[in-house]
């Protein structure tokens, strides 16, 4: 069965430092990976994804995130952080060969950005 | 930006009640999903639909819940009869499907108080 798990409950960081957001993976075929960011009080915001080429991706306010096959991994980075990126983070992960688009979301991993 | 739009925002009711959570996902999109998320912490997937039925659920998605499409544009949930458990944020999702590049787009959520 597929699945998704974030190591972290929280994660803190300083404004102006790197910031990473582990995320592990499993699936049974070809993996299509997601990030997506919750501010408090609304809904999931996508922020980028990994399906095929580059295992380097780029998606919205900075952040980017590396595909690791070997690892089965794909934390979420940003070079330098913001207090508003304090969010709460998800993974998720779709078997391409799978159920038609559903997603399995990590458990959330919550960011704090402090002055 | 074409969006999914969710109703109510929140909506508070007696145990043994029946609900309907509305929603209109994004027009020229084919798959529909219900996710449930619990205080803040993980987001679980409910139900999926496509083609006027339901392609796969949960185990969470017992006999007390159900979804229809009943006019081409809202897709609804239903909770027959709430238990205390049921409280929880309630988001609609939509995917166009085979044509789309992955991820799934979603509501902002209906905030469902079972009292």
């Known amino acids: 069965a597929q699945s998704v798990a974030q190591p972290e409950d929280q994660v803190n960081v300083a404004e102006g430092n790197p910031l990473t957001v582990k995320c592990t993976y499993s699936v049974s075929g070809n993996p299509y990976l997601f990030w997506y960011v919750q501010y408090p009080n609304r809904g999931l915001q996508f922020l980028l994804k990994?399906?095929?080429?580059?295992?380097l991706v780029k998606g919205s306010y900075g952040f980017e995130a590396e595909f690791n096959k070997s690892q089965t991994s794909f934390h979420l980075k940003k070079p330098s952080a913001l207090v508003s990126d304090s969010a709460l983070y998800f993974c998720?992960?779709?078997?391409?060969?799978?159920?038609?688009?559903?997603?399995?979301f990590g458990k959330g991993t919550k960011l704090s950005v402090k002055p | 930006e074409p969006e999914v739009t969710q109703t109510p925002s929140h909506q508070v009711t007696q145990m043994g009640q029946e609900v309907i959570l509305r929603c209109v996902p994004i027009s020229n999109h084919l798959y529909f999903y219900w996710y449930r998320q619990i205080l803040g912490q993980k987001v679980e997937f409910l139900v999926s639909f496509y083609n006027n039925e339901i392609s796969e659920k949960s185990e969470i998605f017992d006999d007390q819940f159900s979804v229809e499409r009943p006019d081409g544009s809202n897709f609804t949930l239903k909770i027959r009869s709430t238990k205390l458990e049921d409280s929880a944020m309630y988001f609609c999702a939509s995917y166009q499907g085979s044509r789309s590049t992955g991820e799934l787009f979603f509501g902002e959520g209906s905030r469902l108080t079972v009292l």
């Open positions: 998720a992960v779709r078997d391409y060969g799978g159920s038609q688009g559903n997603l399995i």
């Open positions: 990994y399906i095929t080429g580059d295992n």
